[in-house]
């Protein structure tokens, strides 16, 4: 956890957003992230983000699904209490599967939205700063962190030659912390940007 | 880039109205800002008394025993399991919506599957209860789980559909919550950061997780919607597939038929639609959202409507052919004796008449865009929903096998009639707090067909056809020459 500086630039229109996303990162830049009010297609190829497996997970735990309840019902019916049900056998796998399907969606279900909040870090009382109040409202904001050799001003301008209406330079604590919301961020009395 | 994006000229826009981005936040939003409306205050209030009424007759249920209901050792099902599969079904169409509907990329369904999912998860609430209740001894309903005790440890029988039952619904609602509270998280960070009152700020901040709007995890909430989807979709199918098995894996006649499954599926989704009907009307006029809800979107669930209600219609007489051909004496009695005819007889062609005649109405295109007629629709095709599932209980059980454990009438105590009132209260209740705490249309989905589907984007499609091909390449060319010259002169 430490205090960073970055350098915002806010866009009011998609269309203007994805030249100017190639256009700074031609320039070298790194985006620390880009803040959209609604998912923007191809965006995400467009920053260089690599694409995400969380579906794959979202198989391994329907598989764990799976497989629990036919190791579990077949244990119970032919090894811990067989019950003699008309003479039909024990091992009754048909009569199994709405179980057996009902657990594999409950387990890929659970298991990928947990996934989900604990990769994008999102649980109540978690706190990230806000960089723009309007970034889940109208505007697309795009965050680039400054490094030692940053220089600031002409990345300000650079963003502002992109069609950027608004650019300002921020210090804010680039993960998460337990916070509320209607308090304002005080985690370092002194912030030690160089 | 928005220009290379294909969109029929035949469609009408999914928003009315030259909305941007930040009106379409203001539109919705505003509610949970302002003070409720008089009319929200009557309605909440009223669903509030029914709610406690409901309580009062559950009380009673649970102290004095299934007594205090007039269901007997004939019609053992009665209201109480009616009023279960009543309200399962009525879930089934926001799953519908929210999920095949999002498969099928129909995108129409932004503007209503927000709601209509929150009425799946009342309405499986509701549900729940009654087959709870009916236990009797409620206390040991944990009983239904396969837990490790001390009486073995004895297992619940995984064989039984009644058990499939305790799974499917526990999972159609575990995931239903995950898949709504998921697709809440943007917009309940929208509302947080709009706020300007301590109090809702802190609220809503807990509520939306820290939600941010970055863009890798709009990637992954994307890739979670489209896996929650594809696993609701087989889902929604299974819930009510295995409720069917309660009635088919019986050998009652008139319940044991292989029809069961499509035919209670596809009922599920004519009575869930009907419900999404009301509950929309009458969000958009209370709400003014009719910008959103258009007149395309009511006509395109009417048009669900009347698919669904003719598959309905279908296996209706499909089970009337069924069971003159089987040349069963049982299932002949039941259907040309007892159902069609005898002391509910009234019951069968009331739901004949609200399930099977009245939808096909709706092929008029007149009276699909027409709202006080879809709204009347909409109860009437509940009504019909409800006598389907009384008829199939009732009429039933009353003639069984036995003649001498025949019933003669059955009629609900107020006790009865109180629990199912008292669903609704719950039901209400909750869709009312949904409706003032939360944005009841999906805003950042809204916003993503925005540019592709709305009004402002349609007109300027049109400005395209119209011009001439020299002067749209002349255009383009010119803009792209002025980005140029900005460029330069800032470096």
């Known amino acids: 956890m430490a205090l960073k500086k970055f350098v915002v630039g806010c866009f009011e229109d998609e269309k203007v957003l994805f030249p100017a996303v190639a256009k700074v990162r031609k320039a070298g830049y790194k985006f620390h992230d880009i803040y959209t009010p609604f998912p923007v297609h191809g965006l995400d190829s467009a920053m260089g983000l690599r694409e995400t497996s969380i579906h794959t997970a979202g198989f391994l735990y329907g598989l764990v699904g799976t497989t629990t309840a036919v190791t579990f019902m077949t244990w119970v019916f032919t090894k811990d209490w067989p019950v003699n049900i008309g003479g039909k056998p024990n091992f009754a796998l048909p009569a199994w599967i709405p179980i057996t399907f009902e657990l594999t969606v409950l387990c890929a279900a659970v298991g990928m939205v947990l996934t989900f909040c604990y990769i994008c870090q999102l649980a109540p009382f978690v706190k990230k700063h806000t960089f723009h109040a309007r970034a889940t409202d109208d505007l697309f904001v795009m965050v680039i962190e400054c490094g030692e050799k940053t220089n600031e001003d002409e990345l300000k301008a650079l963003l502002t030659s992109v069609g950027a209406q608004e650019v300002n330079t921020q210090i804010a604590e680039e993960g998460w912390w337990i916070g509320r919301y209607d308090q304002e961020q005080s985690l370092y009395k002194e912030p030690n940007i160089a | 880039m928005s220009a290379t994006k294909y969109e029929s000229q035949l469609r009408e826009p999914l928003v009315n109205g030259n909305k941007t981005y930040g009106q379409v936040t203001q539109d919705i939003v505003h509610t949970i800002e302002a003070k409720p409306t008089r009319l929200w205050y009557i309605g909440f209030y009223i669903s509030v008394a029914l709610l406690m009424f409901g309580a009062y007759s559950v009380y009673r249920e649970v102290t004095y025993g299934i007594g205090q209901w007039n269901v007997n050792r004939t019609i053992g099902w009665g209201w109480d399991i009616t009023n279960f599969v009543w309200w399962v079904g009525i879930g089934h169409a926001g799953t519908l919506i929210s999920a095949i509907l999002l498969l099928f990329r129909q995108g129409w369904r932004t503007g209503v599957n927000r709601a209509a999912e929150a009425m799946t998860i009342f309405a499986v609430m509701c549900a729940g209860q009654f087959p709870i209740f009916h236990m009797g001894r409620v206390w040991l309903a944990f009983f239904t789980l396969p837990y490790p005790n001390t009486r073995g440890p004895l297992w619940p029988n995984f064989n039984s559909p009644l058990l499939w039952d305790v799974f499917a619904i526990s999972t159609y609602f575990t995931v239903s919550l995950l898949f709504w509270y998921s697709g809440l998280l943007p917009d ?7 706020a300007k009152t301590k109090i809702r700020k802190h609220l809503y901040g807990v509520a939306s997780f820290g939600w941010s709007g970055s863009t890798k995890h709009w990637q992954r909430h994307e890739s979670l919607s489209l896996v929650l989807a594809g696993l609701s979709t087989p889902l929604v199918l299974s819930v009510h597939t295995i409720v069917s098995f309660d009635f088919a894996t019986s050998v009652v006649p008139g319940w044991h038929t292989t029809i069961f499954p499509p035919y209670f599926v596809a009922g599920a989704i004519f009575s869930g639609f009907a419900m999404v009907q009301t509950l929309m009307l009458i969000l958009r ?3 003014g959202l009719h910008d959103y809800i258009t007149l395309g979107h009511i006509e395109a669930m009417n048009k669900v409507i009347v698919l669904t209600g003719s598959i309905v219609g279908c296996a209706y007489l499909t089970e009337l052919f069924m069971a003159w051909y089987s040349q069963v004496p049982f299932e002949q009695d039941i259907f040309f004796k007892y159902r069609i005819a005898g002391p509910y007889g009234w019951s069968y062609w009331l739901m004949m008449t609200c399930n099977v005649v009245s939808p096909q109405l709706f092929w008029f295109t007149k009276l699909r865009r027409n709202v006080l007629f879809t709204f009347i629709m909409s109860i009437v095709v509940n009504i019909g929903m409800w ?31 109180g629990f199912y009132l008292g669903t609704f209260g719950l039901f209400f209740t909750c869709f009312f707090l949904f409706s003032k705490y939360f944005p009841v249309i999906a805003i950042a989905e809204i916003k993503y067909v925005l540019k592709g589907t709305g009004e402002s984007f349609k007109n300027e499609m049109e400005g395209l056809e119209s011009k001439q091909l020299d002067a749209f390449v002349e255009e383009m060319h010119h803009g792209h020459h002025e980005e140029g010259t900005v460029k330069i002169a800032h470096h």
């Open chain 2, 285 to 287: 006029k209370v709400m």
């Open chain 2, 188 to 194: 309940l960070a929208t509302v947080r950061d709009r």
């Open chain 2, 387 to 417: 006598f389907e599932r009384f008829v199939i209980i009732v009429s039933s059980l009353y003639r069984d096998y036995l003649p001498s454990s025949w019933s003669i009438y059955y009629r609900p105590t107020i006790w009865e009639v």
